[in-house]
């Protein structure tokens, strides 16, 4: 097998390309002095390379047109430049100066490709290291670092990200810029990413419908995957993670190679957990879970645009922590066998970038393919649904220069939920989706430079259908429903750089959310309550402004980010007085308007006197309200981080060793809605180390984490398992190691 694959990568890198543009040059520091292995990547393209022991480099098969070159280099300031590519040779040198601090990202998420300061909305980026060396079985758990986002967790299997105090719906979740869509629509049902094929990941907080459509209304999260190998490199990788909690191990492979034309790989994954040890020891029952993953990708790229296709498939057995299975599960175990969900997600995506002459075309598509199975005591599944999705997306980027940019394009998504097997519970009915949005975009950049603004307008139209399910006149009944929306939004922003060190940003966007299929048409159990849906619901309107300012000085940087969404027509699910025949809580959904405002604020401290000593802290606050003055559902308490760590480039035998001790402190929730209880403060401790060694000339990374240190009891109020008296996880270990590997 290792021969087959080492057979085929050599194959196409030997494939001879066509006529050929070229880019080159060399990077050096402001001394002059050349950087050896820095990268320089063209984002749009999924292409790079690094530099060599002259800090020369060389990237062949450029299409004409207007190109955006990164160069980075660990330690050194990020920079992007753009040419007009329309010659066969182009020399573009640079001169990278030193990040005391932290260099910042180039990011795709904000519609162009940018660094983070240069977008009206903030983008947090989160970077894969980031996420391996969290030491948590939830790779969601992670993202919660960024100030203003946080999670609600059914244990450490499945979880949602939260974003401003918004959730579920609220908040668009993309694979590679791809729109997720898999049942979303409860805290019950999993993102379905695979974290071992991230690279990074990009946060937007607030409104994006103007870029994303419906969904986008609190934020979206954008899981990049890892970039191709560098031209003419066969690489790959061994991941592997231990739990002492949850007994658990994650493990995966990775293989990618480029040629001149041609770039792809591939990537196998596995995780296995048992039931999670709450604070203080006890097992959660049936908080197990296994996941299996494969992603696959190929592309080109050649004088006239670069070319993507990726695969992605996702299984995961994911035990559900309810009533029924408190009595029947006796002791901690791994295997699922009664109380769980049987997921299978498949995406089939392909991403296109045409250049023609002063024109940029991207042409996108994704098929999806979700089989949701619920398992409970019965042989046969209880639940069984399928839900196929098609998305599809063209952008035109116009003639533009360094200074300006215009995009036009459309988006869209037809989709279709059916029931299989004529299963005991049909929660949801039969029923078909369809969206389109059209779009405009610009940005102009003024006085030399220091202002930008970006804006744009969006007009969608979406279209709901289902058909009618069981038997008329019966409790479980589903009328057929149709619900046409249009929806016209937009947003605009600017970012003004003072000097150098400080820079200012604001933004005004409106943001739009249409009801989902849950909320329109629900009928029947789902999970522990009986849900009854709304077919009269109306689409939510939010309203949000930002005020952002970023310091960068030269040891210290600042963050300070307020924000105020108003919005209209907010919908939420809420108990009734009401019960079933058989005792359980009927819960319906209704509309309220609502307003949400707070901020966030962070400080990193790098002394000019320790250089190796880095000092870190965030703060984050929400507030929530319905307008009778009642509190919403899952608001996050106020929270604050802080963090220690050292970093040396070489001890010993160690290279680039590095210590951190960080806390969590959670203020008393004290402001929950009406059907929530006030949940206490609490104060985690966690400690990390993690280095690169060498054996014989093998690189190695190996990393320990212990989080929850004294093992404390606590209560987040986003836990679902609250109302069970289940805690959140206890003290987990974390072992992680990291094999990277070279075959050409």
Request: hydrophobic content about 35%; aromatic content about 12%.
């Amino acid at each position: 097998m290792k021969k087959i694959v080492f057979i085929f990568f050599v194959l196409f890198l030997f494939i001879k390309a066509n006529a050929q543009n070229q880019i080159k040059g060399k990077v050096t520091d402001i001394n002059n002095e050349p950087l050896i292995g820095a990268s320089v990547s063209l984002p749009e393209l999924n292409k790079g390379t690094i530099t060599n022991l002259a800090g020369e480099y060389i990237i062949n098969n450029i299409p004409n047109g207007k190109i955006k070159i990164k160069f980075s280099f660990v330690g050194y300031n990020t920079e992007i430049k753009i040419i007009e590519n329309s010659q066969t040779e182009n020399i573009v040198d640079a001169h990278l100066t030193v990040a005391i601090i932290q260099s910042q990202e180039v990011v795709i998420t904000g519609g162009y490709v940018s660094s983070q300061h240069e977008n009206a909305v903030k983008i947090d980026v989160l970077r894969c290291k980031d996420i391996d060396l969290s030491g948590t079985p939830n790779f969601m758990e992670s993202l919660t670092k960024v100030p203003g986002v946080d999670m609600i967790s059914k244990g450490q299997g499945v979880s949602k990200p939260v974003i401003r105090g918004l959730s579920m719906n609220d908040v668009l979740v993309m694979n590679n810029g791809v729109r997720i869509e898999n049942y979303q629509f409860s805290e019950n049902h999993p993102l379905s990413i695979d974290d071992n094929d991230v690279e990074r990941v990009e946060i937007i907080k607030g409104p994006a419908s103007l870029l994303y459509g419906s969904d986008a209304i609190g934020g979206v999260i954008n899981f990049i995957k890892e970039k191709p190998a560098p031209v003419g490199k066969i690489l790959g990788n061994y991941r592997m993670q231990l739990h002492s909690n949850t007994l658990g191990m994650n493990n995966s492979i990775g293989l990618k190679g480029t040629s001149k034309n041609i770039f792809g790989g591939f990537r196998f994954g596995n995780k296995t957990h048992a039931d999670y040890l709450q604070g203080g020891g006890d097992y959660v029952p049936n908080s197990r879970f296994n996941e299996m993953t494969f992603n696959t990708n190929i592309g080109y790229t050649g004088k006239i645009g670069t070319f993507k296709l990726f695969y992605d498939y996702f299984k995961q057995d994911l035990g559900m922590t309810v009533f029924p299975a408190k009595s029947i599960i006796t002791e901690q175990g791994r295997k699922n066998e009664i109380w769980f969900q049987n997921l299978e997600h498949q995406l089939l995506s392909s991403q296109n970038t045409l250049y023609l002459g002063k024109f940029k075309w991207g042409i996108n598509a994704a098929y999806q393919n979700v089989l949701r199975k619920l398992q409970t005591t019965l042989d046969v599944p209880f639940v069984e649904m399928n839900l196929n999705t098609i998305t599809y997306e063209s952008k035109l980027y116009l003639p533009s220069n360094e200074k300006s940019e215009y995009i036009i394009g459309l988006q869209g998504m037809s989709q279709n939920n059916r029931n299989l097997n004529n299963r005991a519970s049909q929660f949801l009915p039969d029923a078909n989706i369809n969206n389109i949005g059209f779009l405009g975009l610009a940005q102009y950049v003024f006085f030399n430079n220091k202002l930008k603004l970006q804006g744009g307008l969006r007009f969608d139209i979406y279209k709901t259908e289902t058909f009618a399910l069981g038997t008329e006149g019966t409790s479980g009944y589903h009328a057929p429903v149709i619900k046409e929306f249009q929806n016209l939004n937009g947003s605009i922003g600017a970012t003004y750089n003072v000097n150098k060190k400080i820079m200012f940003r604001t933004n005004f966007a409106k943001g739009y959310r249409v009801p989902n299929l849950s909320e329109l048409t629900s009928n029947g159990m789902h999970g522990n309550r009986y849900e009854i849906g709304n077919k009269d619901l109306s689409p939510e309107n939010s309203f949000e402004t930002d005020l952002s300012m970023h310091f960068h000085g030269e040891s210290l940087s600042f963050d300070l980010a307020i924000f105020y969404n108003q919005i209209n027509d907010y919908i939420f699910i809420s108990p009734t007085t009401d019960t079933t025949s058989t005792g359980v809580s009927i819960y319906r959904f209704s509309q309220t308007n609502a307003t949400l405002y707070g901020g966030e604020a962070g400080i990193h401290f790098h002394p000019k006197l320790f250089p190796w000593l880095h000092i870190e802290g965030t703060y984050s606050s929400v507030v929530g309200k319905q307008e009778n003055g009642n509190y919403l559902p899952f608001i996050p308490a106020q929270k604050l981080r802080y963090e220690i760590r050292a970093k040396r480039k070489k001890i010993g035998l160690l290279k680039n060793p590095s210590i951190k001790f960080s806390a969590l402190t959670a203020f008393k929730q004290d402001n929950p809605s009406p059907y929530e209880t006030t949940t206490d403060g609490y104060t985690l401790v966690n400690f990390s180390v993690n280095t690169d060694f060498h054996i014989s000339q093998q690189t190695l990374n190996f990393g320990i984490s212990i989080n929850n240190i004294f093992d404390t009891k606590y209560f987040d109020h986003l836990s679902t398992l609250k109302p069970l008296n289940y805690y959140n996880q206890g003290r987990n270990i974390s072992v992680y190691l990291k094999i990277p590997f070279r075959i050409k």
